[in-house]
């Protein structure tokens, strides 16, 4: 596996996030290499959310440390951390559906042409990127000025994740791509996290469902009640033992009596 | 897994559900269809129930340009807050305010207009930007904040003439812009030679007799309808075609989704609240500076009417869609409606009726054709 000749691009140690009364992260430590598509899993209410937002700078840690590229990092905002190269698709989209696939594509960071103070936006060169980038990503839009809200679940994630890799992205995050998509988007843009990791971007794909992370993942790691379980590589873990240790253990071998193992 | 997709690069077969849409579809399928369908629906009938009521001889046209350009100065401000994802309740208190302001600095303190005008602005923005300020901070409604000053700013504009001049209408503000040089760029007519000319070849009408025989009824554009346009045409381009434009729409469309990718959110939403202060000061200094006097009771409603204009004009209550154009034209209709019926000599509380039909066609219309452009369910 060529990602491991590689040094990690962030590595995350001991991270604890409270939230006031609520430890939602109690000690997890995680990293991600050059090319490799680290999966993320964990029941509901794991932790897995928060623990991305720390990573991309939305939240602070409340203790342990961040390394990027080997250096302490600390992230006041998300867009130090999308500065730096880590990019974020979050699990409600950050995509704004009333406008189109160009402007939100370059929603931030918007090509300009300055006349005197005022900064126009270069449309020609938005509008042409956008349609590029997403044929590179396997679709045809049918105009740039094509409202979001009338793409499909997985054509949007595609526009996420098309803008993060065209901005430079060392790192892309994905929080539950696939949580909402039918089986031929989910398997859209499980194809495009593999074009992506292919690029050398590092991937942290986070899902609850074991079947897409084993598709795509070279390790997994697996958060439980904000902590970790371990960390597993490709080869070296079942589909079963994975889908025990995000359940915790015991209560799935209970339950898989009565589901006839068709969990 | 990875052999489900198409290689980077490589150009996928055109999508067979894609239907072909006709241009003139594409030409129709706008924000503002609603306002447009309604102006052209407004004119026919006016044209049909009063084209010889004057209406349209130069002097009704500049009748009912100036009510609209009134209206379309306060829908700019509040349809750029509104696609924001803001609103602002105090306009119409910030044109009373604005306006006793001016009076109490120029004819009370005896300063000059222009010190007036001036300083009547800043503070004016300064609320605005105050407005903003409590919204981004505290996240409560726009609504709730700027009913607050709804009430606060329209108490002082009867507290202060009262304690001051022992009144609620201050006038002499005439006499004392004579000669200022800010004053008539709110206050004055431009292109009155036009006219002159228009009046010599006969093409609009002339005074017969009295001290101005000879003079075209008509001597020139009030800068009101400049400042109209002018706020409309700058308004339309950066909302359009510039970087703060798009701000404005992500502000307003999903204000988290927006800062996670580096939007100044808080900055754009209280720079349209101090935007819509200045509008709200346009219009005050420019009826001031027509009335010659101000009165506490100036702007009652106007908050209203100008949401009303926006929403005409195609915008979403919620924020993150509209167009100015089409607040333009929303309040051109109300304009148009309110002196049309004048004209017509209809019974003025027929005005509403007339409002609210157009009102709920066009926002009708509007929703069905928002729906067909976002995708919305
Ligand atoms: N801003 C917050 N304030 C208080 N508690 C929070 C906050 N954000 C998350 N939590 C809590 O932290 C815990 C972890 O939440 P998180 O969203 O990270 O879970 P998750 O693993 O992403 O779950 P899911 O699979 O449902 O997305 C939850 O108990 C949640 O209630
Ligand atoms: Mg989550």
């Given at each position: 596996m060529t990602a491991f000749d590689h040094d990690p691009i962030v590595e995350m140690k001991d991270i604890e996030k409270h939230f006031g009364p609520v430890i939602a992260l109690n000690g997890v430590s995680f990293d991600v290499r050059p090319g490799e598509c680290h999966c993320l899993l964990g029941d509901n209410g794991a932790g897995k959310s928060t623990f991305i937002k720390t990573m991309s700078g939305v939240h602070k840690p409340t203790k342990g440390e961040i390394l990027f590229e080997g250096k302490r990092m600390d992230f006041a905002s998300p867009r130090d951390a999308m500065e730096a190269g880590i990019a974020t698709v979050y699990q409600d989209l950050a995509?704004?559906?009333?406008?189109?696939v160009t402007r939100n594509f370059w929603m931030g960071r918007e090509p300009v042409r300055r006349v005197g103070p005022i900064k126009f936006m270069d449309f020609k060169t938005a509008n042409e990127v956008t349609m590029e980038e997403m044929r590179k990503m396997g679709i045809n839009l049918r105009s740039p000025d094509q409202a979001v809200g009338t793409l499909s679940g997985g054509e949007r994630q595609t526009v996420a994740i098309a803008r993060a890799v065209y901005f430079g992205a060392k790192v892309l995050i994905l929080d539950?791509?696939?949580?909402?998509?039918g089986v031929r988007q989910t398997a859209n843009v499980l194809a495009t996290i593999d074009k992506v990791r292919k690029t050398g971007i590092g991937i942290v794909f986070i899902t609850h469902n074991v079947r897409h992370a084993l598709a795509v993942g070279d390790r997994f790691t697996v958060l439980n009640r904000g902590k970790t379980l371990g960390t597993a590589q490709r080869g070296q873990i079942t589909p079963e033992e994975l889908q025990d240790l995000m359940a915790g253990g015991q209560e799935l071998v209970a339950l898989e009596g009565s589901l006839g193992g068709t969990v | 897994m990875s052999d489900a997709g198409q290689g980077a690069g490589a150009v996928p077969a055109k999508d067979e559900r894609v239907k072909e849409i006709s241009g003139l579809r594409k030409a129709l399928i706008r924000p503002e269809l609603g306002a447009i369908v309604g102006t052209i629906a407004v004119f026919i009938f006016f044209f049909a129930f009063a084209a010889d009521s004057g209406m349209f001889n130069a002097q009704g046209i500049l009748n009912w340009s100036t009510v609209s350009a009134q209206f379309m100065i306060i829908a700019v401000g509040a349809c750029m807050l509104m696609i924001a994802g803001e609103f602002d309740l105090s306009v119409g208190s910030m044109i009373g305010f604005a306006g006793m302001s001016i009076a109490l600095v120029s004819v009370t303190l005896q300063w000059p207009v222009w010190i007036a005008i001036l300083l009547t602005f800043a503070l004016c923005i300064a609320i605005g930007a105050l407005n903003g300020f409590i919204v981004v901070r505290t996240g409560l409604p726009s609504f709730i904040v700027t009913l607050a000053f709804l009430f606060i700013l329209r108490g002082f504009t009867i507290f202060f003439p009262q304690l001051?001049?022992?009144?609620t209408i201050i006038g002499g503000i005439d006499d004392a812009a004579e000669g200022d040089w800010l004053a008539p760029v709110f206050g004055g007519k431009v292109g009155g030679w036009i006219f002159d000319w228009l009046g010599s070849i006969g093409a609009i009408g002339v005074f017969e007799r009295g001290t101005r025989a000879g003079e075209p009824i008509v001597d020139g554009i009030p800068m009101l309808i400049i400042w109209a346009l002018a706020l409309v045409a700058v308004a339309h381009v950066i909302l359009t075609r510039t970087q703060f434009g798009n701000w404005v729409f992500a502000a307003g469309g999903d204000a988290q989704a927006a800062r996670y990718v580096g939007v100044p959110v808080n900055r754009v939403k209280i720079l349209m609240f101090m935007f819509t202060a200045f509008c709200a000061c346009v219009f005050a200094t420019c009826q001031v500076m027509e009335f010659g006097s101000a009165g506490a009771d100036r702007g009652l409603l106007k908050e209203f009417e100008a949401i009303i204009a926006v929403v005409i004009g195609g915008a979403l209550l919620t924020g993150g869609y509209g167009s100015v154009i089409g607040a333009a034209l929303g309040a051109l209709i109300f304009g148009v409606v309110q002196q049309g019926l004048f004209f017509a000599g209809v019974e003025s509380s027929l005005f509403r009726v007339f409002l609210g039909v157009i009102l709920l066609f066009a926002v009708i219309l509007n929703t069905y054709i928002r729906r067909i452009i976002t995708g919305e369910r």
């Open positions: 995509m704004i559906p009333l406008m189109s539950e791509p696939t949580s909402a998509l | 001051i001049e022992r009144q």
